[in-house]
């Protein structure tokens, strides 16, 4: 059977496309501008890509056609689809019903740490000989790839699937959430805040998807939920079917307090650790330590997350915890691109004021007095609306300084939404322009963190090669 999909260089989307290629399907699509990671992963399967969306592609006569939620109507194939009568689905509809229905999904929703925590649960079950398949946003170290069918482990029940649950909406013709059609038996909601403005009104609207998806949890399943996140528990309260556990770190008692019982999972996290080190207790009782390379106390977070749900499908806490030790991250979350001439430059995929401040805390906490450049590109649909414009400069507040790329079509004040930053901010009309004022600006023991959802045209390996042109870089600089 022939699948050609639109939208094939997303995240989602091309690990739609992996997943169909390894289950025997033949794989075409089409998409603009598709950059790394997706780019290598779909030339490492042998899909074939076609540039843009005109209906010539359709030729080929694929036998259905999987729509991205990036294409609407006036766009030519999709057109031409409707046009010619072509059998089309979105992707979240289409991996639900060939996919998932003979699965059991452990789906990870939230608007921060899906990715991470994703990945997290993913290689806690394979490091147990669970062969998990998985669609993950990111590519975790771990695994090197985004996507998996996976198959049969050790456990000889149903054969398990963790999803990277988005509240984004589904596709042209369905503007639910993607992840009402996955029908998780484990649920983790990891947080609850505003985003998707060129989708959501407002956060009620939000919450109303994230009580769509409870819906579909069954009362044998599990709902692992951020005990102090307040719009979860008003989310709860509307209600739930399934039992529940909810996580926090041990410095915090909000959720207790509010919710009337304390947290079953809980993390010990020292104050000058970075979240480099801590306990983990489920119950109060100690169930292991971990120690691994990830830093920030959002990173403990997802880690319970991911051993609460792991849990539920039959990993031992001690065993979760032991897996960990062993997780490498997950690339463009706080990964190092390079250490030039003493500067190391970070890539992250913060772009929400919320994960912004909570990157550079964690980072802060990790390299104490020395000099932060943080560099911001307002890129998500939300971003670009200017919704987050009043909480900008606070979310950047533990950067020395700013950098920001201001597009001619942003469309906000974005040097006035920062005017609190003072000298700190500076600003920049183009990748060219912000290559040479980070070049001039940087110096050895800086910290550049680049933030961005989308490639930023490339700026960390430009950034990087003009670095070096300083002078000749010994290998253990060159990192």
Not at 93 to 111: C, D, I, M, S, Y
Not at 155 to 180: P, S, W
Not at 424 to 443: N, T, W, Y
């Amino acid at each position: 059977m022939h699948v050609h999909i639109l939208g094939i260089g997303g995240t989602f989307m091309g690990g739609v496309a992996a997943i169909a290629r390894e289950a025997g399907f033949r794989v075409t699509g089409s998409d603009r501008n598709v950059y790394p990671p997706m780019s290598t992963q779909l030339e490492g399967l042998g899909i074939e890509l076609v540039e843009g969306y005109e209906a010539a592609q359709l030729d080929s006569r694929p036998d259905v056609v999987i729509v991205g939620n990036a294409l609407s109507r006036g766009v030519p194939v999709v057109e031409a689809v409707l046009d010619r009568g072509i059998p089309y689905v979105s992707g979240p509809q289409w991996l639900a019903e060939t996919v998932l229905a003979r699965k059991h999904v452990l789906a990870v929703a939230g608007t921060h740490g899906k990715t991470t925590t994703s990945s997290m649960l993913a290689w806690i079950l394979e490091h147990e000989g669970f062969n998990p398949g998985f669609l993950i946003g990111g590519v975790a170290a771990n695994f090197a790839t985004t996507a998996r069918l996976g198959g049969p482990g050790r456990n000889g029940l149903r054969e398990l699937f963790v999803i990277e649950a988005d509240e984004y909406d589904t596709a042209f013709f369905d503007k639910r959430a993607k992840f009402v059609h996955y029908r998780p038996r484990t649920a983790v909601l990891n947080n609850l805040e505003y985003d998707h403005a060129d989708i959501y009104a407002d956060i009620a609207a939000i919450r109303w998807q994230f009580h769509q998806l409870l819906r579909t949890v069954p009362a044998s399943g599990r709902v692992l939920v951020n005990a102090v996140d307040a719009n979860l528990r008003e989310t709860l309260a509307a209600g739930c079917w399934t039992p529940t556990e909810s996580f926090r770190l041990a410095s915090s008692d909000a959720g207790d307090a509010a919710s009337g019982h304390p947290a079953l999972w809980t993390a010990d996290v020292p104050a000058d650790g970075a979240g480099r080190r801590f306990t983990v207790r489920r119950g109060g009782a100690v169930v292991g330590r971990i120690e691994w390379s990830l830093i920030g106390t959002h990173n403990v977070m997802n880690a319970l997350a991911a051993i609460g749900a792991a849990h539920h499908v039959g990993v031992a806490p001690e065993r979760a915890v032991l897996a960990l030790e062993s997780f490498r991250g997950v690339k463009r979350r706080m990964e190092i691109r390079g250490l030039i001439r003493g500067v190391t430059v970070y890539d992250d995929f913060a772009h929400h004021p919320t994960a912004i401040e909570t990157t550079l805390r964690g980072l802060r906490a990790q390299v104490g007095d020395a000099r932060i450049i943080a560099v911001l590109e307002s890129r998500s649909n939300t971003m670009r609306l200017g919704v987050h414009r009043e909480h900008l400069a606070e979310a950047l507040g533990a950067a020395d300084a700013v950098w920001f790329f201001v597009p001619p079509n942003l469309g906000w004040d974005l040097p006035a939404a920062v005017a609190s930053l003072g000298a700190r901010a500076h600003f920049a009309p183009s990748i060219e322009d912000l290559v040479s004022g980070l070049d001039a600006a940087a110096r050895a023991g800086d910290h550049i963190l680049i933030m961005s959802n989308g490639g930023f045209g490339g700026l960390h390996d430009k950034l990087l090669f003009a670095l070096r042109r300083r002078g000749t870089d010994s290998p253990a600089e060159l990192g």
